[in-house]
Every structure is written in structure tokens, then in C-alpha cells.
């Protein structure tokens, strides 16, 4: 299996910034793609943003300009830079990643880390 753990959560005001953190572990697995996906309340679940082992990175309409995703390959780890936050920011977000494990190729999720935008 493939875990994958968040962190970096939290409280912060309008225009505010944070950080969040994926690491993955586990059993030996190559790594495709990571990325994030957020569900707020009553909501589905949409992709953020996402990186792929080569370094491409995709972004939705609503977080561009505004948030950044970046990897550390060697420690299997993704961080989601967000800054000029808005309250409809506000979710659970998720970590992703898609990877090869025992020649079959899998998608991955972590727990979920609560972001809330709010004065």
C-alpha cells in the first residue's frame, strides 16, 4: 500500500497564506502524479492542482495565480502553497497520487487536512 499524510491545516484570515504538506510512504511504488482536491461542505470533491513526476503542473481556473504546487521527489512529498485565500477556499483538502505498485498503477488518498478561511 501507499500512504499518504497532510498536514499544514488550519484557520487563517482572507488574504492570509499556508502550506500544505503530502508526504507519501509505504511499500516500493513509483510515483506518476501527485496532487490536491478539496470538498467543501455540500459539496463534491474537485481537483486543485497536481504535478507530475516530470515536473508539469496543472492548476484549476479558480486557485491560479494563487496557489502553487511544487515536489520534493526524494521525499516523495508535495506541498500546496496557497496565498491571497478567500473564504470559498474554505474545504477538507486531499492529498492524491496516482502510482505504479507491483506493476499496477493506482490512485492513492490521504485523510484529508481542514483549511478555513474566515475573519
Known amino acids: 500500500q501507499v500512504q499518504l499524510v497532510e498536514s499544514g491545516g488550519g484557520l487563517v484570515q482572507p488574504g492570509g497564506s499556508l502550506r500544505l504538506s503530502c508526504e507519501a510512504s509505504?511499500?516500493?511504488?513509483?510515483?506518476?502524479?501527485m496532487g490536491w482536491y478539496r470538498q467543501a461542505l455540500g459539496n463534491q470533491r474537485e481537483f486543485v492542482a497536481a504535478?507530475?513526476?516530470?515536473?508539469?503542473?496543472n492548476y484549476a481556473d479558480s486557485v491560479k495565480g494563487r496557489f502553487t504546487i511544487s515536489r520534493d521527489s526524494a521525499k516523495n512529498t508535495v506541498y500546496l502553497q496557497m496565498t491571497s485565500l478567500k473564504p470559498e477556499d474554505t474545504a477538507v483538502y486531499y492529498c492524491?497520487?496516482?502510482?505504479?505498485?507491483?506493476?499496477?498503477?493506482?490512485?492513492?488518498w490521504g485523510h484529508g487536512t481542514q483549511v478555513t478561511v474566515s475573519s
Open positions: 492524491n497520487a496516482f502510482a505504479r505498485r507491483t506493476g499496477v498503477f493506482s490512485d492513492y
Open positions: 509505504g511499500s516500493p511504488f513509483s510515483i506518476i502524479r
Open positions: 504535478i507530475t513526476s516530470g515536473g508539469p503542473t
